[in-house]
């Protein structure tokens, strides 16, 4: 099993800045890819920012040049730098982990989520 824990949200107004955390733990033999969804008030879960174990990452447009994702490979944490937010940035940010367990079996996991509100 994979545990995955999320930390950084908060109350912010517009135009600062908050950092996630999210941590990978659990019988992990290599991750594939790291990321973060967000869920807004009666809207689906959206990608925000996913990242390859080969550093390559993924942006929604719509966080583009506010957001910054990074990882750290041998602490199984990836961040979430966010800049300028909005109140359209308002949700509970969810970590998703994409790993190779040590029975090389695929797992995806997900966390609790984090709240980030951004006032106007």
């Known amino acids: 099993q994979v545990q995955v824990a999320e930390s950084g949200g908060g109350f912010i107004q517009t135009g600062g800045s908050l950092r996630l955390s999210c941590e990978a733990s659990g019988k992990i033999l290599r991750i594939n890819s790291m990321g973060w969804y967000r869920q807004a008030p009666g809207k689906e879960r959206e990608l925000v920012a996913t990242?390859?174990?080969?550093?390559?990452?993924n942006y929604a447009e719509s966080v583009k040049g506010r957001f910054i994702i990074s990882r750290d490979n041998a602490e199984n944490t990836v961040f979430l730098q966010m800049n300028n937010l909005k109140p359209e940035d308002t949700g509970v940010y969810y970590c998703n982990t994409w790993i190779t367990d040590f029975n090389l079996r695929p797992l995806d996991s997900w966390g609790q989520g984090t709240q980030v509100t951004v006032s106007s």
């Open positions: 990242i390859l174990r080969d550093g390559s990452t």
